[in-house]
Nanobody
Framework: QVQLLESGGGSVQAGGSLRLSCAAS??????????MGWFRQAPGKEREFVAA????????YSAASVEDRFTISRDNAENTASLQMNSLKPEDTAVYYC?????????????????WGQGTQVTVSS
């Protein structure tokens, strides 16, 4: 069982930056047992993959639309995952969710993830 809590969302002008954090609480496994991912969902759209990071933090995978602007990271000692978002665009406006994956192998598919946070709103104005 993993509980996830996102923070750091807010409103920013285009070109600005935000840093999202995800605090994890685990009961039976260590945080590093999980791949951590970030997804986002805009109104009227499907949930979209943003980025993921391996349990050890040594492999990262990002969507093409954000790979040169967003950086995913994790701190296993603190049980946290983060998403640094730079050069934000209005089209980045969405609710951002962090998620934990234990056994799945396809990191960019939401259905592979076992646990989800409640989400945090990011709004980028032009």
């Amino acid at each position: 069982q993993v509980q996830l809590l996102e923070s750091g969302g807010g409103s920013v002008q285009a070109g600005g930056s935000l840093r999202l954090s995800c605090a994890a609480s685990t009961r039976t496994r260590t945080f590093s047992d999980y791949v951590m991912g970030w997804f986002r969902q805009a109104p009227g759209k499907e949930r979209e993959f943003v980025a993921a990071i391996s349990g050890a933090g040594d492999y990262k995978y990002s969507a093409a639309s954000v790979e040169d602007r967003f950086t995913i990271s994790r701190d296993n000692a603190e049980n946290t995952a983060s998403l640094q978002m730079n050069s934000l665009k209005p089209e980045d406006t969405a609710v951002y969710y962090c998620a934990a994956l234990r056994y799945g192998t396809i990191w960019n598919v939401a259905a592979e993830y076992d646990y989800w946070g409640q989400g945090t709103q990011v709004t980028v104005s032009s």
